[in-house]
C-alpha cells in the first residue's frame, strides 16, 4: 500500500467496482490485454496486472504485456515477479536503455547486487545521464551499507498488521500517529485501484519505554475522510497537524494528487482542513515536515523545475506567512524522487529517495547542515534500517538515540511495516577507494594479490588482499591524492591515481588494476593539475619512435594514468596534449634496456597548466646587473625552458615584459627596461622562436604589483617584487 505514496506522488485513484466494467469483452487475449490497458492508465496496477497476467497465459507472452507486466509489478513492490518479466523484457529486439534499468533496479530490489550492477552498466553505457558516473558500483555501495551492523538495533512493532502501516509523527514524546489501511468498519469497502488495499486513514499508537507502539487507535476528530490521509507532522506546541490528503478537485486529465491540509487541537481530537498555500490541482503537494524551531516548512513535490520525480521544498516562516518554496538543490535532491522529509532536534534533514546509492528500492538518507546554511551531502545511514526493499518514514527522538522508520522488507505482518530502532554511534560519511586487480593477458580477477595504498608523500596508509572476486577497498579522506599499487610475482607493478576532491555525491572512487608480465619494457605516467588538486583526465599521450616515427595515442583517465609497450633499444618522444592547457613534451630512451617500467612521474612534473590569455607568468631566475641588460647563465637556462615550451606550443604568441623598481628616473627606467626586454627576445629567436610570435616590452616603474611606487619608503623584498621579468600570452594562431 505505501508505494501508492513513495513512488510518484502521482495518483489516478479508483475504486474497485471499476474492476466489472468490461467483464463483457470477452475472455481472448486481447480482450484482456485491452482491458489491462486502461486500468493500467488509470494507475490501477494492481487490477491490470490480473487483467495481464490472464492474457500472458491465454498466450499473449508478447513484448508489450512482458514489459507492462513488470512495471505493474515494480510499482506494486513486487520486485520478485518483476525480475521474471524484466528478464524476458531485456531479451527483446526492440529492448530500450530504460528496460535495462528496470531489470537492474528489480535486480538490487531482490538483493542481487553483482547481476544489477551488470545491467545498470549496460544501462549507463547506453543512455548515462549527465553527471552520473561511467559505473554503477553497485556491489560497491552494498558492501559500504553493510558495514557498521552494530550501529543500530531494529525491531519490529506490535501495532503492525497484514495491511499498509506506515509513517509515524511524533505526538508528545509518548505517542506517534501513523497511517494505516486497517480501517474497515464502513459498510463500503473503500479499495485503491493502484493495489487494491484499502485506503490510508490517520491512526493514534502509545509508546513503550521499551520503544514498542501498542493500543492503535483511530486519531479522533473528523479527519479520516473517503480516500487517503497521511502521513503528517505535528508543530513543537502540539496544537496545529498538518496532513496529506487527496487533493478533493482533479487536474485536467481527471488526476487526483496530493496536498497538504492543516488541523487544529479541539478537545481530545483534531478539527479543519486549512489548505497549504502551494497545494495546486496539476502538482502533487505532501509529506509535510517541520523544523523543531517551527520556522522551516518542509514538503514534497513534483512541481516543474524541480531535478526528477519528486524533490523536497523548504518554505520560511515570515511573520506568519509562509514564504516562495526553495528547492533543497542537488545536495538532497536528484533525477529520481525523494520523499518523507523529517528534521532532527539538531537540523539533521532525513529523508528517503531512490535516486541516491543505496541498497535498493527506497533508502534513508542524512543530511547535516553546512556552514551555510544549506544541507551537506547526504550520507546512507546504512543497514540494518536499510536493506534491498522500501525503507522510509524516518523520525528520530531529541535525543537522536531511538525513533521509528517504515519497510516492506521480508519478514513483517504484511506490506509495509513500522519497525524501532535505537542508534548507537553517530552517523559519518565514509568516501571508499575500490576496484578488481586483473590479469592483462587473460582479462580475469586476481585472487590474494597485494594492494597498498600511498598518500601523496608516497607513505603508506593501508595494505590488504584482493578477495575471491579480485576486489580491494580501502577507506579514503575527502581532498587528497592518493595512489594504489598490485604486487603480484611474475608481473610488473600496476598502479592507478585518484584525487578526491569531488568524491562527495561519487562517495566511490573506482580504480581497477591490470597486472602485465614482467617482460619487455613498458612506459607509465600519471598526469596532475598543475594549480590544484586532482589529476587530469581526457589527455591526450602520444609517442613516437623517433626511428621509424610510429606512433601510439592513448588518453588519460580520471586517475590520469597513461601506460604504453615500448620496443628495445629505441628513441622516444612522449608528447602531453590537451585543449586550453600547455603542451608538453619528453625525450624517453629505451637504449640497453631489456625489461623494466619507466616511469615518467620521475623523470619530468606531468603537470597539465592551463593557458590564461592575458594573465602575465613571472620568470622567477631572470635577474639583471645594474643598469645592465645582459643575461646571465642561469637566466638563460630558464629561458631554455620557455623556449621549449613555445617550441613545443607553436600556436602561442607571447609578449615579454620587464618591470623595474620605483627608485630610478621614470624615464630610463622605462628605455632599460625595453632594452632588457629586447635582450630576452632576442635569445628566444636564436633558440628558433619565430619573431612574428614575439613582443617586447620594457614597462619601467609603471607597473608596480603592490604599493611601492615612487617616493614611498619600502623594504627591499617590496621592492624587488615590482623587479620582474614576465611573459603573457597574448593570444593562440589560429590553427586554420
Known sequence: MGR???????????????????????????????????????MAYALAAAEYRTAADLGATNEHVAKRLADCYMKLGDTERAETWYAQVVRYLNVQPIDYYNYAQALKGNGKYADAETWMDKYLDTARPEGVAPH????????????????????????????????????????????????????????????????LDLFTAQRQPSGDLVDAQPLRGGLNGPLHEGPVALD???????????????????????????AHKAGDGWRGAEPFALNNAET??????????GHEFYFVSDMPGGHGGTDIYVCKDRGGRWSEPKNLGPAVNTMGNEVFPFVGADGTLYFSSNGLPGLGGLDIFAAKRGEDGDFTVAINVGAPVNGPKDDFG?????????????????????????????MHSALEQRYLCTGTVIDDETGLPLVEVEVTLYDDKGGTVESRQTDLNGKYSFVVEKDREY??????????????HLSTENIDKLQIVARDIH????AGVWLRGAVRNKDRIGFAEGVTVSVVNMNTFYTETRSTGPGGDFGFRLQTNEQFEVMLEKQGCYSQSVSVSTKGMTRG??????????????????RPIVLKHQKWAPGSAVLDPIAKTELDALADRLQVNPRLNVEIGVHSDSRGNAEDELKLTQKRAEAVVTYLKGKGINKDRLAATGYGMTRPVNGCGPGVTCSEADHAENRRTEYTVTGIIDAR
Not at 483 to 496: L, S
Not at 597 to 614: K, P, Q, S, Y
Open 4 to 42: 501508492l505514496l513513495r513512488h510518484i506522488l502521482l495518483l489516478l485513484l479508483v475504486l474497485s467496482r471499476v474492476a466489472s466494467s468490461h467483464a463483457q469483452e470477452g475472455g481472448s487475449p486481447e480482450a484482456h490485454t485491452r482491458i489491462a490497458d486502461r486500468y493500467y492508465q488509470r
Open 136 to 199: 554503477s558500483n553497485i556491489s560497491d555501495f552494498a558492501r559500504k551499507f553493510t558495514r557498521g551492523m552494530d550501529r543500530f538495533t531494529v525491531r519490529s512493532v506490535s501495532i503492525n498488521t497484514a495491511y499498509c502501516d506506515m509513517a509515524t509523527a511524533w505526538d508528545g514524546s509518548d505517542a506517534v500517529i501513523f497511517s494505516s489501511s486497517r480501517n474497515e468498519s464502513t459498510v463500503i469497502k473503500r479499495q485503491a485501484a493502484w493495489n487494491g488495499q484499502p485506503f
Open 236 to 262: 513543537a506546541s502540539g496544537g496545529t497537524l498538518w496532513y496529506t490528503r487527496n487533493s478533493a478537485v482533479r487536474g485536467r486529465n481527471g488526476t487526483v494528487r496530493l496536498s497538504i491540509f492543516a
Open 284 to 293: 502533487s503537494t505532501g509529506h509535510p515536515a517541520l523544523s523543531p524551531d
Open 394 to 422: 524516518f523520525i528520530i527522538d531529541k535525543a537522536g538515540k531511538t525513533g521509528y522508520f517504515t519497510s516492506n522488507r521480508p519478514g513483517g505482518a504484511g506490506d509495509d511495516d513500522i519497525y524501532a530502532f535505537e
Open 483 to 496: 595512489r594504489v599499487t598490485a604486487r603480484m610475482k611474475g608481473r610488473f607493478d600496476g598502479e592507478q
Open 515 to 518: 597486472l602485465v608480465p614482467d
Open 597 to 614: 617500467v619507466i616511469d615518467l612521474n620521475e623523470a619530468t612534473d606531468l603537470r597539465m597548466e592551463e593557458i590564461a590569455i592575458g
